[in-house]
């Protein structure tokens, strides 16, 4: 899937990679999530499809722990959130 842009601070941002995890539950979505933002350099960002109340509140809240930036997110139709997460060092 292509990442959409996203606008951070008033500038388009475009996602290096994108990822939908709208069909997964926890604790499978960060284990995907954390698998994704793996396989990119520090600094490259990750869109992140997901729905679902854990999702929505584990995904921001451990990818913070874990040292990596929610720059953005995105209410969307039927529940849908979309999130931008750089990846930290």
């Known amino acids: 899937m292509k990442a959409r842009s996203f606008l951070v601070g ?11 995890i ?10 995907r999530v ?3 933002l793996d396989r990119l350099a520090p600094g490259q960002s990750l869109e992140v499809l997901l729905k ?10 451990t990818a913070a722990e874990q ?6 997110a995105e209410e969307g139709p039927g529940g849908l959130l979309r ?3 750089r990846r930290g060092g």
């Open 83 to 85: 999130l931008l997460i």
């Open 10 to 20: 008033g500038e388009e941002f475009q996602a290096d990679s994108s990822l939908d």
């Open 67 to 72: 040292g990596h930036a929610v720059l953005a």
């Open 34 to 36: 954390r698998l994704a």
């Open 22 to 31: 709208t069909g997964e539950t926890c604790p499978m979505t960060f284990v």
């Open 52 to 61: 679902g109340e854990e999702p929505r509140r584990n995904v921001p809240r």
